[in-house]
């Protein structure tokens, strides 16, 4: 098997596929939002809930999606429990620029910052497989941005 | 004749291969396992010294100059039209229009035949399985006219209901358009008996053969369709090349979709007066080296014969069936008994994006999504699939080595 292939399909990401976490949906959300890649019909239902000092308590999903795209969206729900908005978006970006292979692997603040989620950059050898991993992000984006929103990957 | 038997019918297996030069590619180190077929068909060199002789010896504008590259160009163009009309059993080539591909011409049907005829409550039925290009089209001219469009349902093996199709007939129908080959499920629609059931009615018969040409023996007469469209690149012809078949009296009574050079018999600012059919619905300078090409990819399928290219692809659809299934946790979708080779499937735990990435690491091309077909995954409760398309070119060694991959996409899957 390829190494590109199993840096791809990490334990952690099938783990993430198989048993995703925060599946499922909040009671009364401070933000929503439905996210579509009309492309392959992937579907991920992004909710949020602001909690004390303006952190995020809680972040979960619902949808239908590839194993990229789901891990994405559980870890992605674990990662920003705790967060602030502008963490948050900063989450986004250094997210974003991770699987496109826009930013190094170098150390630095971003990979402090993406902690468990640089697994993900092994994206980057699949160019279409990036709108997998980040349609997940992109919703969470809107759901913060409005109360419900929707977002496509087109 | 598309359904003589050609020169090179033998007992022989076909083995065509060679014939095409992209097939000895290697993708990342493996041999080029192409089951994308259904998305389009690769090219065999004598279709690719067609176009390249077109452009090499005969480069002119059609119907246009009286210099001799002109008439030569024009002669090979019009020589390409009576080829089409040889495939498809038309009585006249004057029948044969020239379009892009299967999804303008039907687009050309609804705008042109359609919408001058349809009132609002008027009924276009349409199966659930269409591509999108045989649906949309038909709702584009229903919300322009306050037509329906009602689709005609199907089995769990996607096989039509003909009892609900009957049922749905009446006098409102004006409009019945189905695909001859279903391009997710491979299932072979009884053309012959919905046609027969819409004229008793009195509705038109509009066929999508874009997935058929190529795969099975087309004869409009015996299908009793009005019009039939076919896409060239699916038939081993060049991209942005396909005809539109219509029979000669409605087309002759349709006004023209689009206005341009080549189709008009006067031109003045009080008006213009229309050219005949095939011209009327030819605007503007067509890919003439393409549809020359086109003429050469049915010279080609002739010379083996549509018959024998149905059975060789037999051979794999019965023995790629046998072989998916005995993959643990398959399920196939498209089971009718009257099908081609198309082998849709979903694999229990596995995404069909996730299955298609790792095939492409070992060279295997397969198509997954929703095939521009959402209604048929709707049907299936799936969100997409995985779709292995064959063609005469494929052998079973190239369904040994797919199930070879999907045994390691389970593998990877931890599923074994």
């Not at chain 1, 399909?9 to 959300?29: A, K, M, T």
């Not at chain 1, 590839?66 to 900063?90: D, F, H, N, Q, V």
């Not at chain 2, 005995?326 to 995404?351: C, M, N, Q, W, Y």
Request: glycine residues 10%; negative net charge.
């Amino acid at each position: 098997m390829d190494s590109d292939l199993r840096e791809l399909y990490q334990q952690v990401i099938l783990d993430h596929h198989r048993h995703p976490r925060n599946f499922g949906e909040l009671d009364s959300p401070d933000g929503r939002a439905e996210g579509f890649n009309p492309l392959c019909g992937d579907r991920v239902n992004v909710e949020l809930k602001f909690g004390a000092e303006g952190r995020i308590e809680h972040v979960a999903f619902t949808g239908q999606g590839c194993a990229i795209c789901t891990a994405s969206a559980s870890l992605m729900t674990e990662c920003l429990t705790g967060k602030t908005r502008e963490e948050g978006e900063a989450l986004v970006e250094d997210f974003r620029e991770l699987v496109t292979g826009t930013r190094d692997a170098a150390p630095g603040d971003a990979e402090e910052r993406l902690g468990k989620l640089a697994i993900f950059a092994g994206v980057r050898e699949f160019p279409v497989r990036v709108k997998c991993a980040t349609l997940p992000w992109h919703t969470f984006h809107a759901a913060l941005a409005s109360e419900s929103g929707r977002v496509s990957t087109e | 004749m598309s359904t003589a038997t050609g020169d090179r019918a033998s007992t022989r297996p076909l083995d065509v291969r060679s014939e095409f030069p992209l097939l000895r590619r290697e993708i990342g180190g493996h041999p080029l396992v192409y089951l994308d077929s259904a998305a389009t068909t690769q090219k065999p060199m004598a279709v690719l010294a067609a176009e390249r002789d077109f452009y090499e010896r005969l480069n002119a504008n059609v119907h246009r100059g009286v210099h001799r590259l002109s008439v030569e160009a024009t002669e090979a163009y019009e020589g390409a039209r009576g080829q089409v009309a040889g495939l498809l059993g038309a009585e006249d080539p004057r029948e044969i229009v020239f379009v892009r591909g299967a999804t303008e011409a039907i687009n050309l049907v609804a705008q042109s035949y359609a919408r001058p005829r349809l009132s609002p409550g008027d009924e276009i039925l349409v199966t659930w399985m269409e591509h999108h290009s045989n649906l949309v089209p038909w709702q584009l001219v229903a919300e322009q006219t306050g037509a329906h469009v009602r689709g005609i349902p199907m089995d769990d093996r996607g096989v039509l209901d003909l009892e609900a199709y009957e049922r749905m007939l009446g006098s409102r129908t004006r409009v019945v358009a189905v695909g001859h080959v279903s391009n997710a499920l491979g299932t072979v629609n009884p053309v012959a008996r919905l046609a027969e059931l819409a004229h008793g009615v009195g509705a038109a018969v509009v066929v999508d053969g874009a997935q058929s040409a190529a795969h099975v023996p087309v004869d409009v007469q015996a299908l009793g369709a009005d019009f039939y469209a076919i896409s060239g690149h699916k038939a081993f012809a060049p991209m942005g090349t396909g005809a539109l078949w219509g029979r000669l009296a409605l087309l002759d009574e349709m006004p023209p979709w689009m206005g341009g050079g080549d189709m008009i018999r006067s031109v003045s600012f009080q008006g213009s007066t229309w050219a005949d059919v095939p011209a009327k619905f030819e605007a503007g300078t067509p890919n003439a080296g393409g549809i020359v090409a086109l003429g050469a990819a049915i010279e080609w399928m002739s010379a083996i014969g549509l018959d024998r290219i149905r059975e060789h692809e037999d051979d794999l659809l019965r023995y790629g069936t046998a072989a998916l299934a005995a993959v643990p946790g398959l399920r196939l979708i498209g089971t009718a008994p009257d099908k081609v080779a198309i082998l849709s499937f979903v694999l229990e735990g596995v995404h069909p994006h996730d299955v298609g990435t790792i095939l492409d690491r070992e060279g295997i091309a397969v198509r997954t999504g929703h095939h521009c077909a959402q209604p048929v995954m709707e049907h299936f409760g799936v969100p997409a699939t995985t779709r292995a398309s064959l063609s005469v070119y494929n052998t079973r060694e190239d369904l040994d080595a797919l199930v070879a991959g999907l045994q390691r996409v389970r593998q990877l899957f931890g599923q074994e």
